[in-house]
Every structure is written in C-alpha cells, then in structure tokens.
C-alpha cells in the first residue's frame, strides 16, 4: 500500500558531504513523523533525525551541527544532509514514516525503506 524508496548513499571520503532522499508513494491521507534511522555492523539501530508534521525538529546528539533534516510535503519526500562525515557515520540509513493510510478508516501505520549505505573513508 505504502513504499518508501530511499537514494542518495554511496562511499565519501571524511569531511564530505552526501544527500540522502526518501520518496514515499502509494495510498497516502498524510504523512505525520518522518524519520532517518541508521544502522551500523554489529549496532543496533539507532535515530539520526526526526521531523514531525509540525514542530521542531530532533536530532541524535553525535550528528547535530553537521546533518539537517527536511521535507518537502508536496512530494512526500524527507532529505537528509549531511555534512562533514566521519568514517563513524557508516552505515545503513534507513527512511521512516508515520502514514495515515487512505482508506476508510485512515489507520495510522509505519513504514521502513529499504536502506541506503553510506560509507565515509578516512
């Protein structure tokens, strides 16, 4: 019903920079908390940034000052900017949305994208 395709990742020496995108499609009333995650080997997954539909942002402590999140809410899609990487920002980045899914009911569902990899050589 709902997909999220995330673009954007790819290798990066330390210092640059990457933009990631995530397009969400399909049977959509709205769009409420968009999110990226990420994923390193052996970590858990973690939350890198968050947007809600209204109100301030949120960011994880080890990437404020360097990443910015934003959407553009006529294309259902979040960015996320990130800059001046570390080679501990590898990972796989993950999308999250919070969907009210066009249907009768308009339940509130949530989604994952496939993943993205960002690596960042030193």
Do not use: H
């Amino acid at each position: 019903q709902v997909q999220l395709v995330e673009s954007g990742g790819g290798l990066v020496q330390a210092g640059g920079s990457l933009r990631l995108s995530c397009a969400v499609s399909g049977s959509i009333f709205s769009i409420k908390a968009m999110a990226w995650y990420r994923q390193a080997p052996g970590k858990q997954r973690e939350l890198v940034a968050l947007i809600p539909s209204g109100g301030s942002t949120n960011y994880a402590d080890s990437v404020k000052d360097r990443f910015t999140i934003s959407r553009d809410n006529a294309k259902n899609t979040v960015y996320l900017q990130m800059n001046s990487l570390k080679p501990e920002d590898t990972a796989v980045y993950y999308c999250n949305a919070d969907v009210l899914v066009l249907t009768p009911t308009l339940p509130r569902r949530n989604y994952w994208g496939q993943g993205t990899q960002v690596t960042v050589s030193s």
